[in-house]
Every structure is written in structure tokens, then in C-alpha cells.
Nanobody, 126 residues
Framework: QVQLVESGGGLVQVGGSLRLSCAAS???????????LAWFHQASGKEREFVAG????????YYRDSVKGRFIISRSSAENTVALQMNSLKPEDTAVYYC????????????????WGQGTQVTVSS
């Protein structure tokens, strides 16, 4: 079992930046190199969507097209944290953002993920 706790959401104006952080507390004491950590977002009335992800072991990163060049995902193995730096924010980025872990590796499907955080609200105002 892994506990995930997100932080860093809030209200920001168009063009602004936010940094989300996710702290992972695995019962085993570590996150395995085969694990894939990702951020999803879910806007009101819409499905949960993959935003960005990172392979815990080698650090390869993946992004949905709409955030490429604006968002950066990173991890700290020492602290068991994954962060999402969001720049040039747009109103369409408004959503609840969730951190998640897939023990099976890379996937953009939310149904493949094993552990989820409680979510943090990001609101971009125009």
C-alpha cells in the first residue's frame, strides 16, 4: 500500500505558474524502479485525464500534448516525491489534479493505476 498526498494547488491568473507536489509513503519503505508516477486532472463533468508521468527508475518523462512545453514533471528519489511545475497556465488547465502510481509501468489510462492521492484543486482565472 502507498499513501499519496498532493499539495500546491490554488488560484492563479492566466499565464501564471504553480508547482504541485506529491509525497509518497509506501508501506514497504520505497518506491520501486519499475513504478510509474503520474499526474492526472479532472475538470468538472469530465473524465480524468493523463497530464504527465515519469518512470521512477530511469526518469523518462511523458506529457499530454496540451501541456508540452509548459509543464515539467520531476521526482526526488531521496524524498519520495514527484512534482509538477506548471507554467503559462490557461483557463482550460482548471481541474482537480491527482497524483497516482501504476505498479505496471507506463500508461495513460486512469484505470491502470493502483494508488491515488486525494487531489488538489487548480483554478486558472481569466
Amino acid at each position: 500500500q502507498v499513501q499519496l498526498v498532493e499539495s500546491g494547488g490554488g488560484l492563479v491568473q492566466v499565464g501564471g505558474s504553480l508547482r504541485l507536489s506529491c509525497a509518497a509513503s509506501p508501506a514497504s519503505g520505497r518506491i520501486f524502479s519499475s513504478h510509474f508516477l503520474a499526474w492526472f486532472h479532472q475538470a468538472s463533468g469530465k473524465e480524468r485525464e493523463f497530464v504527465a508521468g515519469i518512470r521512477w527508475g530511469v526518469g523518462n518523462t511523458y506529457y499530454r500534448d496540451s501541456v508540452k512545453g509548459r509543464f515539467i514533471i520531476s521526482r526526488s528519489s531521496a524524498e519520495n516525491t514527484v512534482a509538477l511545475q506548471m507554467n503559462s497556465l490557461k483557463p482550460e488547465d482548471t481541474a482537480v489534479y491527482y497524483c497516482a502510481i501504476n505498479r505496471g509501468g507506463y500508461s495513460t489510462l486512469h484505470s491502470d493505476y493502483d494508488y491515488w492521492g486525494q487531489g488538489t484543486q487548480v483554478t486558472v482565472s481569466s
